[in-house]
């Protein structure tokens, strides 16, 4: 199983300042077929899960500029720029390269 | 706009049977795999089983794996979960997803608790 830890477990932030969530992945997750299976998701209080990064660096219809996803191989990065107060919540990074579906623990952000 | 509607959720006795059940609209639910994940209490997401589109291929977790069988209904769009021999460490809110292949995970519903306890 491929282990996907994140770092930190928590952030608080300044609006309007920057915060960068990292995964790091016990394989890489390079798939056969070229792709690389990173996903980020944003889970709101309260709230289901909503996928905002896919295969690494694509955002999902509706997400906000401000998310970017990088990283290759075994190390990713989520980076919130200029944070909202909307995006309080716990991030998840997800590798769907390997069979089980493995996520991370995940990084609560919060204001300060 | 898609809609996923998980039921069929509640409380059980350890060693007991549920089914649950995802109601998808707003897209071409053959096309799509569909997968359930799960959230412990106050705790992170754990995939708990895939399907693709046609129903052919079925994956699971470790953790579930000869307990929890998934299908899938495509002439009525829904996705179901049957869970046996359920465990107290199987209690959680379950979420159904649709992946616009397998190994994504797009879309969740609102999810349904499974409490299982005596």
């Known amino acids: 199983e491929v282990v996907m830890a994140q770092s930190p477990l928590s952030l608080c932030v300044t609006l309007g300042q920057s915060a960068s969530i990292s995964c790091t992945s016990s394989?890489?997750?390079?798939?056969?077929?070229?792709?690389?299976?990173l996903n980020w998701f944003q889970q709101r209080p309260g709230q289901s899960p909503s996928r905002l990064i896919y295969?690494?660096?694509n955002r999902d219809s509706g997400v906000p500029d401000r998310f970017s996803g990088s990283g290759s191989g075994t190390d990713f990065t989520l980076k919130i720029s200029r944070v909202e107060a909307e995006d309080v919540g716990i991030y998840y990074c997800?590798?769907?390269?390997?069979?089980?579906?493995?996520f991370g623990g995940g990084t609560k952000v919060e204001i300060k | 706009e898609v809609q996923l509607l998980e039921s069929g959720g509640g409380l059980v006795q350890p060693g007991g049977s549920l089914r649950l059940s995802c109601a998808a609209s707003?897209?071409?639910?053959?096309?799509?795999?569909m997968n359930w994940v799960r959230q412990a209490p106050g705790k992170g997401l754990e995939w708990v089983s895939s399907?693709?589109?046609?129903?052919?291929?079925?994956f699971y977790a470790d953790s579930v794996k000869g307990r929890f069988t998934i299908s899938r209904d495509n002439s009525n769009n829904t996705l179901y979960l049957q869970m046996n021999s359920l465990r107290a460490e199987d209690t959680a809110v379950y979420f159904c997803?649709?992946?616009?292949?397998?190994?994504?995970?797009?879309?969740w519903g609102q999810g349904t608790l499974v409490t299982v306890s005596s």
């Open positions: 997803a649709e992946g616009e292949a397998l190994r994504a995970l797009g879309c």
């Open positions: 707003g897209f071409t639910f053959i096309s799509y795999a």
């Open positions: 399907i693709s589109g046609s129903g052919s291929s079925t």
């Open positions: 394989q890489s997750l390079v798939h056969s077929d070229g792709n690389t299976y």
């Open positions: 295969k690494v660096s």
């Open positions: 997800m590798q769907g390269t390997h069979w089980p579906l493995t």
